[in-house]
């Protein structure tokens, strides 16, 4: 089946502008997760959804971001009033639903790139 | 903090060649680890995961391993290609963790 898909692939934007990064994960996994990731470096924690829940905003910068999974599916990382800082890859990942005693392996999507100018 | 390094940064190797490609953590109490291989303009693939019970997976010419005692894992390439060539990635989890943390990464060149 379709992988995880996100889009836009690439964002331009001024800074100041506020952003919306969208993230539609595999059919039927209900966790889902969003990572950022600076140049030469590995992807880094954000914040993770189990259904229309957000479970875990602990590696969200600031309050200048924010996420949403209102049904449960698509997600949407939006940025306001973006920095030069905020440039990177923005990656989101799912999995089947998140338990204690087990854990699911973790499927990303191509990401976007976000430059602010 | 939970910090990872993966050695070598850059890699350099003949086709047909056997290699070894490593990661290590500063909290030797990693659970799940997961093996990713990273194309430019791509997505993250994930090659191998090795859950809490297990430790060790392969999958084709893959192999990977994990030492839960000293917090270090091995990634080796049988007979590598020109097509493997790409950054590998490992990632960790604690226990009843889903955030994975993520080395920098070795990016692999097969010379033809």
Known sequence: GAGVSQSPRYKVTKRGQDVAL???????????????????????FLTYFNYEAQQDKSGLPNDRFSAERPEGSISTLTIQRTEQRDSAMYRCASSLEVAISSYNEQFFGPGTRLTVL | ????????????????????????????????????????????????????????QTSGRLNASLDKSSGRSTLYIAASQPGDSATYLCAGTGAGSYQLTFGKGTKLSVIP
């Open chain 2, 1 to 56: 903090k939970q910090e990872v390094t993966q050695i070598p940064a850059a890699l350099s190797v003949p086709e047909g060649e056997n290699l070894v490609l490593n990661c290590s953590f500063t909290d030797s109490a990693i659970y799940n680890l997961q093996w990713f291989r990273q194309d430019p303009g791509k997505g993250l693939t994930s090659l191998l995961l090795i859950q809490s019970s297990q430790r060790e």
């Open chain 1, 22 to 44: 969208r993230c539609d994960p595999i059919s039927g996994h209900v966790s889902l997760y969003w990572y950022r990731q600076a140049l030469g470096q590995g992807p880094e």
